[in-house]
């Protein structure tokens, strides 16, 4: 099972969005997109926005969205 789940990631994308308001991801693929796309940006040299010693880039993009580091917008 991974950690945190799909499920997980997406209450906190979510989590600052009224009620009555559309989600600002509302499936798996967001949450993947959203992801590999902030470990290719820490491939390509940004700096990482958690404890990164040890952690694959994905990983670290993980964590990242799970401790609210890095937001997904909407509409991309």
């Known amino acids: 099972m991974l950690h945190p789940s799909y499920s997980d990631l997406m209450k906190v994308v979510n989590r600052e969005v009224e009620q009555g308001e559309a989600p600002v991801v509302s499936s798996r693929y967001?949450?993947?997109?959203?992801?590999?796309?902030?470990?290719r940006q820490i491939i390509a040299g940004e700096d990482a926005l958690v404890d990164s010693k040890d952690k694959k880039p994905l990983s670290v993009a993980v964590e990242e969205l799970n401790q609210g580091k890095i937001k997904i917008l909407g509409g991309e």
């Open 30 to 39: 967001s949450i993947v997109m959203a992801t590999s796309r902030r470990a």
